[in-house]
């Protein structure tokens, strides 16, 4: 069984900077792709980021592209999302996501195994 653990939320303020950490488990991820989600109240889940875990390439979502990072440590089994130059707009709870196989994808349906998700606040 596939287990997502999410950590590194928190409240910052606009400008500043977070980063958010997934410890993944239960499997060897090697032919996975996993990414990172939002869903602020009264939203639908939102992507924010993808990775394949075996080769590391990325994808963001435009709303995003330029202020966030995402990287995985394979021997650690971790993924990571650093966040700079926050906005209010990006408050909301952040969720680890992976699905088999090695295409990312950008719709929540795609994603087979969630985490809990970690509270991201930006104050102004």
């Known amino acids: 069984q596939v287990l997502l653990v999410e950590s590194g939320g928190g409240l910052v303020q606009a400008g500043g900077s977070l980063r958010l950490s997934c410890i993944a488990s239960g499997r060897t991820f090697t032919n996975y792709a996993m990414a990172w989600f939002r869903q602020a109240p009264g939203k639908e889940r939102e992507f924010v980021a993808a990775?394949?875990?075996?080769?590391?390439?990325?994808y963001y979502a435009d709303s995003v592209k330029g202020r966030v990072t995402i990287s995985r440590d394979s021997d650690k089994n971790t993924m990571s999302l650093q966040m700079n130059s926050l906005k209010p707009d990006d408050t909301a709870v952040y969720y680890c996501a992976a699905r088999v196989g090695f295409a990312t994808a950008t719709t929540a349906t795609a994603y087979d195994y969630w985490g809990q998700g970690t509270q991201v606040t930006v104050s102004s």
């Open positions: 990775i394949r875990w075996s080769g590391g390439s990325t």
